[in-house]
């Protein structure tokens, strides 16, 4: 693995969540009013989180900008990713802010439930931002050019504002909803020159305005809405990558027994830029995305 280098651009900047996700997971199915016995883990999380630490698995160098508290539990996750040798240099402290949570139910058919906590990332708006206009990761006059992860956990309008802001005109943005209660956040980054979308099947309909029955379609549906690149996940159904002026391709993903499912999306992505990165074909990378997010979910291999 290659170790980050302080005095090196990082390879991607992470951009949005990261938090501690408190997971309860049941070995049996569940109903509402369940009271079950299993297992509660804490570990670090969020989408920015999940993607820098698959990044990391993958020998990359990955910076985070987002907010943490300066509390107790803000010093632990700051130590985490230290431990991790996630760069946190450009991490937002706010001593006023605590840090942020995810809460979530899993049972042996998925997420029950969650409930995600982000209030400081949000209160923290534009601030988080500061170290790509100050010149310590670029400016306005220089922006960043390389990959950007970028999570909608951030405001609706602190996201409007990043799809005209000169700081991120050169850079290549792959960006994530958060959860689908997040999606329309991103309806102003659709038409973004140098955007890729990463949707699940729900975003991509609440986003169009549509129900869509699967990937494909609804690939189709995101290139008409305006996007030039988007891709869309669907489970352990097909997944589908839609390119304007390429057209749509669909792969599966390979069928494995879920151990666990939060994180997936995120491993997706994560998984999917590094195989681009490495020069791998749409249809390679697509795959490649995929057996890797089955991994995850099968507990074989953790962030």
């Known amino acids: 693995m290659t170790l980050p280098n302080p005095s090196s651009p990082p390879d991607i900047i992470c951009i949005g969540a990261v938090l501690w996700d408190i997971i309860g997971r049941a070995p049996v199915a569940m109903r509402h009013g369940s009271d079950v016995g299993g297992r509660i883990t804490r570990l670090p999380g969020g989408v920015a989180m999940n993607v820098a630490m698959t990044m990391r698995r993958f020998g990359l160098a990955p910076t985070l900008l987002t907010a943490i508290g300066r509390d107790a539990v803000g010093d632990e996750l700051i130590a985490a990713c230290g431990g991790m040798e996630i760069d946190t240099r450009?991490?937002?402290?706010?001593?006023?802010?605590?840090?942020?949570?995810?809460?979530?139910?899993?049972?042996?058919?998925?997420?029950?439930?969650?409930?995600?906590?982000?209030?400081?990332?949000?209160?923290?708006?534009?601030?988080?931002?500061?170290?790509?206009?100050?010149?310590?990761?670029?400016?306005?006059e220089n922006p960043w050019s390389g990959l950007i992860a970028l999570d909608g956990n951030l405001t609706e309008e602190?996201?409007?504002?990043?799809?005209?802001?000169?700081?991120?005109?050169?850079?290549?943005?792959?960006?994530?909803?958060?959860?689908?209660?997040?999606?329309e956040r991103l309806r102003s980054l659709i038409p973004h020159p140098r955007a890729t979308l990463y949707v699940n099947l729900e975003e991509a309909g609440l986003l169009c305005h549509e129900k869509f029955p699967d990937s494909e379609t609804a690939a189709h549906g995101m290139l008409a809405l305006g996007a030039r690149r988007a891709i869309i996940t669907d489970g352990p159904r097909g997944c589908s990558d839609a390119l304007a002026g390429e057209g749509v391709i669909t792969d599966h993903p390979p069928q494995v027994k879920a151990g666990r499912c939060t994180g997936a999306g995120d491993t997706f992505l994560a998984s999917h830029i590094v195989s681009e990165r490495a020069g791998r074909s749409r249809a390679e990378a697509l795959s490649a995305a995929l057996e890797a997010a089955a991994i995850y979910v099968s507990g074989e291999v953790g962030l």
Not at 125 to 137: E, F, S, V
Request: charged fraction near 15%; hydrophobic fraction near 50%.
């Open 90 to 140: 450009y991490v937002y402290r706010d001593s006023g802010l605590p840090t942020d949570r995810y809460m979530a139910i899993e049972d042996v058919n998925g997420v029950i439930a969650a409930i995600a906590d982000a209030h400081s990332l949000e209160a923290s708006g534009g601030d988080i931002l500061t170290p790509l206009a100050d010149g310590r990761l670029g400016s306005a």
């Open 158 to 183: 602190l996201l409007a504002d990043i799809a005209v802001s000169p700081l991120f005109a050169a850079a290549n943005l792959c960006i994530a909803p958060a959860s689908p209660g997040k999606a």
